[in-house]
């Protein structure tokens, strides 16, 4: 299984890309999100991270989930505490190897799912400044449209590990 990692703005872009990749054929057991929780103006509050129109990605993603039917990868999602970053939120396989590798933060989360360390150190940055991390697990033979997926619905720094 190879990863193709990418960030989003916004938590809809977020959510529009996992309906469609869901559409498309990808297990959501095979998706993870990770975004950093701060309040309002960017205050370490425990609230989910801010997006547009006020919602945190804890409530507006329960609401797109009960929406958009994606229940299955928001039932992970699960709050922690990770050195460097603080406060995140994560759903998908991402959560649970986070929660075994909360010493190693972020970086060490993302190099245990096969992510070289220097692009891990690039990505906890891209959720330090707000970014919604997506990591999807794609077959050889699916790689190409998960890519294409993400990068339609706003992903930036779409790479495949």
Same mark, same amino acid.
């Given at each position: 299984?190879?990863?193709?990692?990418?960030?989003?703005?916004? !938590?809809?872009?977020?959510?529009?890309?996992?309906?469609?990749? !869901? &559409?498309?054929?990808?297990?959501? &057991?095979?998706?993870?999100?990770?975004?950093?929780?701060?309040?309002? #103006?960017?205050?370490?509050?425990?609230?989910?991270?801010?997006? *547009?129109?006020?919602?945190?990605?804890?409530?507006?993603?329960?609401?797109?989930?009960?929406?958009?039917?994606?229940?299955? $990868? $928001?039932?992970? =999602?699960?709050? $922690?505490?990770?050195?460097?970053?603080?406060?995140?939120?994560? *759903?998908?396989?991402?959560?649970?190897? =986070?929660?075994? @590798?909360? #010493?190693?933060? =972020?970086?060490?989360?993302?190099?245990?799912?096969?992510?070289?360390?220097? +692009?891990?150190?690039?990505?906890?940055?891209?959720? /330090?400044?707000? +970014?919604? =991390?997506?990591?999807?697990?794609? #077959?050889?033979? /699916?790689? &190409?449209?998960? @890519? +294409?997926?993400? +990068?339609?619905?706003?992903?930036?720094?779409?790479?495949?590990?």
């Amino acid at each position: 299984m190879s990863k193709v990692i990418g960030t989003f703005a916004s !938590r809809d872009a977020a959510e529009f890309c996992i309906r469609e990749l !869901r &559409n498309s054929g990808f297990d959501y &057991n095979r998706i993870s999100l990770v975004a950093r929780e701060s309040g309002k #103006g960017g205050e370490q509050q425990g609230g989910g991270p801010t997006m *547009a129109g006020g919602d945190t990605a804890l409530e507006g993603t329960a609401t797109g989930g009960a929406i958009g039917g994606m229940a299955g $990868l $928001l039932a992970g =999602l699960g709050a $922690l505490a990770i050195p460097g970053i603080g406060p995140i939120v994560a *759903a998908g396989p991402i959560a649970a190897t =986070l929660t075994g @590798a909360v #010493g190693g933060g =972020l970086v060490g989360g993302l190099v245990d799912m096969g992510i070289p360390s220097e +692009r891990g150190e690039f990505y906890e940055g891209k959720v /330090k400044a707000g +970014r919604i =991390l997506a990591v999807v697990d794609a #077959g050889s033979d /699916k790689v &190409n449209d998960a @890519a +294409r997926i993400m +990068r339609e619905y706003g992903a930036s720094d779409v790479e495949t590990h």
